[in-house]
């Protein structure tokens, strides 16, 4: 239990160093040029690391290629909705509601893979759904952090990477016995490249896929690398831990994330939204503290 806790530790650190690439490159590259090379990135060193040091302890079966699919499938619509969100909400804001994801894959792991939560775990996810409630309105009013005027669209839209999170994690980490920890991100993050890449090329008038400029691979290989390295800590801790205990704790990058941008960007959300930030990572903590 307390590896598969220090793993999800180690998920969190690595989501919000990925939090502040992810914003930077988006922001530098945009977010559909910025999404397709970091899933690229990563899937070609997930996919190497793979070959290298993957143990497979379960069959690849018919079941485990659909839910490999659902968590392509989901994977993708949390990533372009996290670029696209970072690209034009302030961190502190988007985070917490990002990070509600949890709720979405702990109410999964219960209905679908039949793990339980503790009394204090579900109020603590009460909590979490009281804070981002508070994000959402708060931050939807003009205020100090959103200079480029209302953030609105853009939280509703980090929801929509919640959701996608929150079936993407336990569906990773239920397929990752059979593809290996590093092979199953692999596998997730190659789907996603096969299905941007043709839209880039025939589909989307001014979706420009071109290679990032030299200054600006750093910020690409960055998110790659921190965000390939999370879901891989995360499948590891699969392993110690069940998803109900590795989840929120890997959460906690909603906390990290926030404290970064309170105090590194200096950026100041309006005041309830900035008492729902601290609301959600709070609830988080009762989560992971919970089972």
Do not use: K
Request: charged share 5%.
């Amino acid at each position: 239990m307390i590896a598969g806790v220090a793993l999800g530790l180690v998920t969190s650190l690595s989501w919000a160093a990925g939090n502040v690439f992810v914003q930077r490159s988006s922001r530098g590259l945009g977010a559909a040029r910025a999404l397709f090379w970091a899933l690229l990135f990563g899937a070609v060193a997930a996919g190497l690391g793979s070959l290298a040091f993957d143990q497979r302890s379960a069959p690849l079966t018919p079941a485990v290629l659909v839910w490999t699919v659902a968590a392509a499938l989901a994977g993708l619509l949390a990533y372009v909705c996290l670029f696209s969100s970072f690209e034009r909400a302030p961190l502190s804001l988007a985070t917490p509601l990002i990070a509600s994801w949890s709720l979405v894959a702990g109410a999964l792991s219960l209905t679908v893979f039949g793990e339980r939560l503790g009394p204090f775990a579900l109020a603590g996810a009460g909590v979490v759904l009281a804070g981002v409630l508070l994000v959402a309105i708060g931050g939807a009013a003009p205020g100090p952090a959103a200079a480029g005027g209302r953030p609105g669209s853009a939280l509703l839209i980090a929801l929509g990477a919640a959701v996608g999170f929150g079936i993407m994690v336990p569906s990773l980490t239920h397929v990752a016995p059979a593809w290996g920890p590093l092979g199953a991100t692999a596998a997730v993050y190659g789907i996603g490249v096969l299905i941007v890449a043709p839209l880039g090329v025939f589909g989307i008038r001014g979706l420009s896929l071109r290679p990032p400029p030299r200054a600006l691979w750093g910020l690409v290989l960055g998110t790659g690398t921190f965000e390939t390295a999370g879901f891989v800590s995360l499948s590891f801790a699969r392993r110690y831990a069940p998803m109900t205990v590795v989840t929120p704790v890997s959460s906690l990058a909603v906390a990290f994330t926030v404290l970064y941008a309170w105090v590194v960007l200096r950026e100041r959300p309006p005041r309830l939204a900035a008492v729902g930030a601290v609301l959600a990572a709070s609830g988080v903590v009762m989560l992971a503290l919970g089972p």
